[in-house]
T-cell receptor, first 113, second 115 residues
Framework: ETGVTQSPTHLIKTRGQQVTLRCSSQ?????VSWYQQALGQGPQFIFQ???????GRGNFPPRFSGLQFPNYSSELNVNALELDDSALYLC????????????FGPGTRLTVL | AQSVTQLGSHVSVSEGALVLLRCNYS??????LFWYVQYPNQGLQLLLK??????LVKGINGFEAEFKKSETSFHLTKPSAHMSDAAEYFC?????????????FGQGTILTVHP
């Protein structure tokens, strides 16, 4: 069974640029959630996708957007990067069931200069 | 709105000593509660979860946690610390309904284990 994978591992961008992060869900999972983890903080919920539709969003501006594909892989796009966007971005896959475990990928470390 | 407070951003114990990491939550409905561990440069791994069954939950690597509704707490314990337990630990809460899958995390507690 393949776990959750994310690419790239590390990324350096400059302020104002756009970035796309990718996530491959664990086999059999239909839900993907994205989290932002700033240095020294707990992860913060960005949004969740279920069967290719957004199914909940945290307190993040519209320049954070996402996609989920028919094979349940997912992308996180961030436009007009700001310095504060520097963080570890975590993807988690799961089934959409109450109390179910989310399986996390290793994350993408984004640095905005 | 749900929230999580982890008391103590750093906890230091000796190898073989009791580990106690504190977590208090706020939720408007019966919550689902989770403890995750994060090793350096890695993602999060689930240690254990509470989903309204037994209030004492046993997890991996000898960890357990007790759900206390009256105290709105879900503290994580391990009787005897091992060097390999050194990591950052996150408590998280999730509500049901339309909030399935939205985990709200605490700020984390870094556990250091001394020889």
């Amino acid at each position: 069974e393949t776990g959750v994978t994310q690419s790239p591992t590390h990324l350096i961008k400059t302020r104002g640029q756009q970035v796309t992060l990718r996530c491959s869900s664990q086999s059999g999972h239909n839900t993907v959630s994205w989290y932002q983890q700033a240095l020294g903080q707990g992860p913060q919920f960005i949004f969740q996708y279920y069967r290719e539709e957004e199914n909940g969003r945290g307190n993040f501006p519209p320049r954070f957007s996402g996609l989920q594909f028919p094979n349940y892989s997912s992308e996180l796009n961030v436009n007009a990067l700001e310095l504060d966007d520097s963080a570890l971005y975590l993807c988690a896959s799961s089934l959409l069931l109450a109390g179910t475990e989310q399986f996390f990928g290793p994350g993408t470390r984004l640095t905005v200069l | 709105a749900q929230s999580v407070t982890q008391l103590g951003s750093h906890v230091s114990v000796s190898e073989g000593a009791l580990v106690l990491l504190r977590c208090n939550y706020s939720s408007s409905v019966p919550p689902y509660l989770f403890w995750y561990v994060q090793y350096p440069n890695q993602g999060l791994q689930l240690l254990l979860k509470y989903t309204s069954a037994a209030t004492l939950v046993k997890g991996i690597n000898g960890f357990e946690a007790e759900f206390k509704k009256s105290e709105t707490s879900f503290h994580l314990t391990k009787p005897s610390a091992h060097m390999s337990d050194a990591a950052e630990y996150f408590c998280a809460v999730s509500e049901g309904g339309t909030s399935y899958g939205k985990l709200t995390f605490g700020q984390g507690t870094i556990l250091t284990v001394h020889p």
